[in-house]
């Protein structure tokens, strides 16, 4: 069986859920939008057989543990995932929040709220923060362990201000996948995409 080609998404809540399906509409992708939830309701086995269903790639999978602190069911899930043997991951958008928890992961690069790459991390409204290569989130606490190709750092998907809303072609998103496409060396053929699930 050929490995089904994954972005994995650390977050999972409505406006997020709506960006990312567009995101992946406008790659030819498909998302799974059953992996919507605040916190992620679907276990990594469940996630793993809806990949396995879809006719398109990449597929996008959205994770959330809703500011539970530690490993919730969310970042149990993402690592099933990770790790399974017919996934491969393409790479992370992990995405920024305000939490108080001390929840953080190392990060190869973010992009800001006016769609500059930096080295810096950026915060849940996509400003640059003042140390390197490193951001606060809510379901990226297992992303170090998991030794990930490619995790770009953004600010709340589809908001930032209106910044990232769909209405404006949800720009951050769409860099921060087009950065994972190209850094993957993804060349996959471009299909008319629809949600599954």
């Not at 992990?94 to 992961?105: D, H, I, L, P």
Request: hydrophobic fraction near 35%; include cysteine; charge should be negative.
């Amino acid at each position: 069986m050929t490995k089904r080609q994954v972005i994995l998404v650390t977050d999972g809540d409505e406006i997020a859920a709506k960006t990312i399906m567009y995101a992946a509409q406008q790659v030819g992708g498909r998302c799974i939008s059953r992996s919507q939830g605040n916190p992620s309701l679907l276990s990594g086995p469940q996630l793993v057989h809806l990949i396995a269903q879809t006719p398109y790639e990449p597929v996008f999978v959205m994770f959330d543990d809703c500011g539970l602190r530690g490993e919730g069911a969310g970042e149990r899930a993402l690592k099933y995932v990770a790790k399974h043997p017919d996934i491969e991951v393409l790479g992370v958008i992990a995405v920024a929040s305000n939490t108080r928890q001390a929840e953080w992961t190392r990060v190869h690069v973010c992009i800001d709220r006016f769609g500059e790459l930096t080295e810096f991390g950026v915060d849940k409204s996509g400003q640059k923060e003042f140390e390197v290569g490193k951001i606060n989130g809510d379901t990226v606490y297992c992303l170090d362990e998991l030794h990930l190709p490619l995790i770009v750092g953004i600010g709340d998907i589809g908001k930032m201000s209106g910044k990232d809303s769909i209405e404006n072609g949800s720009p951050i998103t769409m860099k921060a996948v087009e950065l994972i496409l190209e850094r993957s060396g993804y060349n996959g053929k471009r299909e008319e995409a629809e949600d599954i699930g």
